[in-house]
């Protein structure tokens, strides 16, 4: 059986922190996308999950600067 890398303790402790500290979002992208998405993480010497957040980031601050009347829609 292989040993664990973190005791129970531990494994609580960090699930209650990430309760606390952060939203989960679970997303489905089709077929092939997520090898895409996972390589440019790699390249650019990233997670995933941090690649992925900061192109929302971006796209967030991009409609932040779109005209009002374009959220409208």
Do not use: C, F, H
Request: no cysteine; charged share 35%; glycine share 2%.
């Amino acid at each position: 059986m292989a040993e664990r890398k973190n005791s129970e303790a531990r494994i609580r402790a960090n699930n209650k922190y990430n309760a606390k500290a952060y939203d989960r979002i679970n997303i489905a992208v089709p077929k092939g996308q997520k090898d895409i998405i996972q390589a440019r993480a790699t390249i650019q010497g990233k997670s995933v999950n941090a690649y992925v957040i900061e192109a929302i980031s971006e796209k967030l601050e991009r409609d932040k600067a779109a005209p009002a009347a374009e959220e409208e829609q």
